[in-house]
């Protein structure tokens, strides 16, 4: 990932908050840009999400979607703040 300035708490906030959508199979909910907010820009620059048009209830969504380097990007931080907690 090139340089840029670290996450903002809430940009990490709806990143995370994908990621537990995504978890969820039982939900049939998506995540959108609207659930985004501002924050879609910054994490897509960041290659931390991506965005797909998906048929939901015969509705065309822009949904987002946490990608490898975004999962990558989460794990990193949960392992630092447990060995910060330690």
């Known amino acids: 990932?090139?340089?840029?300035?670290?996450?903002?708490?809430?940009?990490?906030e709806k990143l995370e908050?994908?990621?537990?959508?995504?978890?969820?199979k039982f939900t049939k909910k998506p995540f959108t840009i609207?659930?985004?907010n501002y924050a879609v820009a910054p994490l897509f620059k960041?290659?931390?999400?991506?965005?797909?048009?998906e048929n939901v209830e015969n509705k065309?969504?822009?949904c987002v979607h946490?990608?490898?380097e975004g999962v990558e990007y989460l794990e990193k931080l949960k392992s630092g703040t447990q060995k910060s907690n330690s």
Do not use: A, N, W
Not at 17 to 24: A, K
Not at 46 to 53: A, D, F, M, P, Y
């Open 1 to 12: 990932m090139k340089y840029f300035r670290p996450l903002s708490k809430s940009m990490i």
């Open 17 to 24: 908050q994908c990621r537990q959508s995504e978890l969820q």
């Open 34 to 36: 609207e659930d985004m």
């Open 46 to 53: 960041r290659g931390l999400i991506e965005i797909k048009r």
């Open 60 to 62: 065309l969504l822009h």
């Open 66 to 68: 946490v990608t490898k």
